[in-house]
């Protein structure tokens, strides 16, 4: 499930990629280069195995993350476990103008690393944000939330980030608009947010601020 780019929508500054991916052994991506943003590979099973020229090597598992700043260039391949599927979310955040040249990084977090914190009727695994070992170079706060039917969870924004709350499992009430499974709100200019489970459900959301400058996007480069 792609959400951008696509021929109508291309991007969400700063998101400037979203895919829910689905993957079986001998697929995968090949060395290929990237330049310009930054990326979150986040595993919801199965499992992707990274390899890049600054000489990084490394398998990401379930419930685990890795990170990569392209920034000037960089060459990698990601390729799912040897057995069964894998099935995760990509993010791209586009880096703003002053900061395209930095230098390329790689940084991996394994489930076990990130905090959860238990809420009413669920619980909120910090990606990105507050307690996490997970740096990025934009300003993003990006949760994992599990919340139990006719329960309420309650989010404090900043009212200049924009984001996307996405559904994976169950149904959510946004906004007083209903929200299913593999489909996606996309929010801003809100100082709060609040998120009604109408069944058991289990969603990610992820809100950065905007850089507000033009986007070049083609294919593997963000410039």
């Known amino acids: 499930k792609r959400l951008f780019p696509l021929p109508t929508f291309m991007n969400f500054d700063p998101f400037v990629l ?4 689905d993957i079986g052994a001998g697929r995968g991506f090949p060395e290929h280069p990237h330049r310009g ?16 020229n600054l000489g990084n090597e ?3 598992s ?3 993350a890795q990170r990569f700043t392209a920034g000037k260039g960089l060459l990698h391949s990601e390729m799912p476990a040897e057995q069964g599927n894998s099935n995760g979310i990509q993010l791209w955040i586009n880096l703003p103008k002053k900061l395209k040249q930095l230098s390329p990084s790689y940084q991996q ?14 619980k909120v695994k910090t990606i990105v944000g ?3 070992p997970l740096k990025l170079n934009t300003p993003v706060i990006y949760l994992h939330v599990h919340l139990n039917a006719q329960s309420t969870y309650q989010l404090d924004l900043d009212a200049s980030m924009r984001g996307i709350v996405y559904l994976m499992a169950g149904e959510l009430t946004i906004k007083h608009k209903t929200v299913t499974e593999n489909q996606a709100a996309f929010i801003e200019n809100e100082k709060s947010l609040e ?4 069944k058991n459900s ?5 809100f950065g601020a905007p850089h507000n400058e033009p986007i070049h996007q083609h294919g593997p480069y963000v410039d």
């Open 202 to 206: 289990e969603f990610i959301l992820f």
């Open 62 to 64: 379930q419930g685990g």
């Open 18 to 21: 979203f895919d829910h991916f």
């Open 37 to 52: 943003f930054e990326a979150i590979t986040y595993m919801f099973s199965g499992g992707m195995n990274h390899k890049d």
């Open 130 to 132: 507050e307690g996490s």
């Open 58 to 60: 490394s398998f990401v």
């Open 109 to 122: 977090v394994n489930d076990a690393d990130f905090p959860v914190k238990e809420i009413t009727g669920g």
């Open 195 to 198: 998120i009604v489970a109408e």
